[in-house]
């Protein structure tokens, strides 16, 4: 089992900047990545960011140059810095591991998720 723990959320103003920690605890092994998931107010959950094992990032549209996805593998920690935040940034923020158990078998674990507000 996997344990996720999200931090940072809170109020932000436009403009401003935030960043969101994971920190991963109990079987860590064999992950095949990351990310950062969110849901906003009447819209599905979407990818916001995801970190493979061998470095390689991807990113939403929206948030291309704004947000940045990195990890510490000794503290077994994955951060989002977001930058140049909007109100339509605005949602409830998920910390995601990827997980290969036997063969192509591959298990997905959630944090509580975080809320992110941006607004004056």
């Known amino acids: 089992q996997v344990q996720l723990v999200e931090s940072g959320g809170g109020l932000v103003q436009p403009g401003g900047s935030l960043r969101l920690s994971c920190a991963a605890s109990?079987?860590?092994?064999?992950?095949?990545?990351m990310g950062w998931y969110r849901q906003a107010p009447g819209k599905e959950r979407e990818l916001v960011a995801l970190?493979?094992?061998?470095?390689?990032?991807n990113y939403a549209d929206s948030v291309k140059g704004r947000f940045t996805i990195s990890r510490v593998n000794a503290k077994n920690t994955v951060y989002l810095e977001m930058n140049s935040l909007k109100p339509e940034d605005t949602a409830v923020y998920y910390c995601?591991?990827?997980?290969?158990?036997?063969?192509?078998?591959?298990?997905?674990?959630w944090g509580k998720g975080t809320l992110v507000t941006v607004s004056s």
């Open positions: 970190i493979r094992s061998g470095g390689s990032t």
């Open positions: 995601n591991v990827k997980q290969s158990i036997i063969g192509n078998l591959e298990m997905d674990y």
């Open positions: 109990g079987s860590i092994f064999s992950i095949n990545a």
